[in-house]
């Protein structure tokens, strides 16, 4: 069996910073891509960013040169620094891990809420 639970979400100014952090655990063999959406109310789910098993990342246009991914391999977690906030980044985050051989896993997601 295997978990993924995200954290770090919360109430922030425009123009803050916050960090989210994603960490799968239970039977893990390998990891290879690892994500973050997000959902706002009324929207569908949007991919916001992904990274690869060797590094190779990937970003939303809407988010490019804010928001970073960065991924831990030894603690099988991947994060998001997200700077620069705009109200429109307001969303339940979720995380996303393709795990080999299972398959793909989502969390339950973390609600960042950026105030105008």
């Known amino acids: 069996q295997v978990t993924v639970v995200e954290s770090g979400g919360g109430l922030v100014q425009a123009g803050g910073s916050l960090r989210l952090s994603c960490a799968a655990s239970?039977?893990?063999?390998?990891?290879?891509?690892m994500a973050w959406y997000r959902q706002a109310p009324g929207k569908q789910r949007e991919s916001v960013a992904s990274i690869t098993s060797i590094g190779s990342t990937n970003y939303a246009d809407s988010v490019k040169g804010r928001f970073t991914i960065a991924r831990d391999n030894r603690k099988s977690a991947v994060y998001l620094q997200m700077n620069s906030l705009k109200p429109e980044d307001s969303a339940i985050y979720f995380c996303n891990v393709d795990l080999f051989p299972q398959g793909s896993y989502w969390g339950q997601g973390t609600q960042v809420t950026v105030s105008s």
């Open positions: 239970g039977n893990i063999v390998s990891i290879s891509r």
